[in-house]
């Protein structure tokens, strides 16, 4: 509750503020809380002057995000040093996630922090809901400059000071969100060194190592691996068909946790990564999980 001093001081500021058009007390409620649920984070495909551009002025497919963070050796790049550019309010919806879907979410752009980083990655012909382009053949992925790399660490620190409730688990990458038509920020962004710094989602090695020992031996069938991929967070349904909706999922996964082999195959090491993060992060989801395999 607000003391008597401090409601009086407040009446005073509205009494002096006679100039404005709408005049108002401000008194904070205690029942609120953030929008914010999640941060996704994405690759520009373009250089920082054109990701500015295309991220600050309306056109035919308009887009935005709340982040655009630049990377050493642009020659577009106006300045000496990394400066993180705020392009959106947080307060405010921005267009970045399209449609969307994350652990029964959907349409992630209320309740999401998007953060565009430059990077020239590109893929041609690569069609993530179909069999085509599942090597890095049909993709051309860069290194992720270290020190942008840094100032994305920076600017997810912050973000998360300012909305503690995000979970690890929701941070995540446009493929996780939209698997059948994304791919950023791809296989070579490092979700193990967020993780490092305090940010994101990780498994543990010990773990993995139990779990893949168990699945090597008898591994689950394709209904269970579904099972796991949509309680952690993924759009996908446990219907035991190897369909592009499954495959792309896969693959997404894959290129988040697994980035070595990103093929959409339901293999031992992908089901126990799966199986590993679910104990750590959502261990009452594994629990309904391991009692459906009975």
């Known amino acids: 509750m607000m003391s008597r001093a401090a409601i009086l001081v407040a009446v005073a500021s509205w009494a002096l503020a006679g100039c404005a058009s709408v005049r ?56 000496d040093d990394l400066i993180v550019y705020r392009l959106v309010d947080e307060g405010q919806r921005a267009w970045h996630a399209g449609r969307s879907h994350w652990r029964g979410a959907e349409s992630l752009n209320a309740s999401s922090i998007g953060i565009e980083i430059v990077n020239r990655s590109t893929c041609s012909g690569f069609d993530v809901a179909s069999d085509a382009g599942t090597s890095e053949g049909s993709c051309e992925f860069h290194d992720f400059d270290p020190e942008q790399i840094d100032l994305v660490i920076e600017l997810l620190l912050d973000i998360l000071e300012r909305h503690p409730r995000i979970d690890p688990v929701d941070i995540v990458g446009h493929a996780d969100i939209a698997a059948d038509r994304r791919l950023d920020p791809g296989p070579k962004f490092p979700w193990r060194r967020l993780h490092e710094n305090g940010i994101g989602a990780w498994y543990d090695d010990a773990t993995l190592a139990d779990y893949l020992d168990r699945f090597e031996a008898s591994p689950p069938d394709l209904v269970q691996v579904q099972r796991a991929l949509a309680a952690y967070g993924y759009d996908v349904d446990a219907t035991g068909e190897d369909d592009a909706r499954t495959r792309a999922a896969l693959r997404a996964f894959q290129m988040h946790f697994r980035p070595s082999d990103w093929s959409g195959t339901a293999d031992a090491e992908t089901a126990a990564i799966a199986f590993a993060l679910l104990e750590k992060y959502r261990p009452q989801s594994l629990a309904a999980l391991e009692q459906l395999a009975y």
């Open 24 to 79: 108002f007390v401000e008194v904070q409620s205690e029942m609120q809380s953030s929008r914010i649920d999640h941060v996704v984070i994405h690759f520009t495909t373009v250089d920082f002057a054109e990701s500015l551009r295309v991220l600050t002025q309306r056109t035919e497919r308009p887009v935005s995000a709340h982040y655009l963070v630049p990377e050493n050796g642009d020659p577009s790049y106006p300045r």
